[in-house]
């Protein structure tokens, strides 16, 4: 298995930018894709962002796509999700996930069960 840990969120003004990182450890970080889901308060968790396995197949949720950029580096271990031009709306629980059936494909999902280790989460909010 794989254990997460997000870092970066921080109190940020609207219109600003963020970069958070996703450190794992454990079995090998090339053989999960990766995404990025956040939770604001009294709201369910949705996805983010996704990545797979080589970093070269992304997805965006359409509430984010073209602000925010998700990104890995294998070699280190990390995943990153950098917020430009945040909005109050971003305000949420970051969460990293790892999801292990997809390794050699391109295919990304967006459904939270799909992925089995989770971290933490990481606090982002966006003052107006």
């Known amino acids: 298995q794989v254990q997460l840990v997000e870092s970066g969120g921080r109190l940020v003004q609207a219109g600003g930018s963020l970069r958070l990182s996703c450190a794992a450890s454990?079995?090998?970080?090339?053989?999960?894709?990766m995404g990025w889901f956040r939770q604001a308060p009294g709201e369910e968790r949705e996805f983010v962002a996704a990545?797979?396995?080589?970093?070269?197949?992304?997805y965006y949720a359409d509430s984010v796509k073209g602000r925010f950029t998700i990104s890995r580096n294998n070699a280190k271990s990390r995943m990153y999700l950098q917020m430009n031009s945040l909005k109050p709306e971003d305000t949420a629980v970051y969460y990293c996930?790892?999801?292990?059936?997809?390794?050699?494909?391109?295919?990304?999902?967006?459904?939270?069960?799909?992925?089995?280790?989770w971290g933490q989460g990481t606090q982002v909010t966006v003052s107006s």
């Open positions: 454990g079995r090998t970080f090339s053989g999960y894709s």
């Open positions: 996930a790892a999801e292990p059936r997809n390794f050699g494909t391109s295919r990304l999902t967006t459904e939270q069960y799909e992925y089995d280790y």
């Open positions: 990545i797979n396995w080589s970093g070269g197949s992304t």
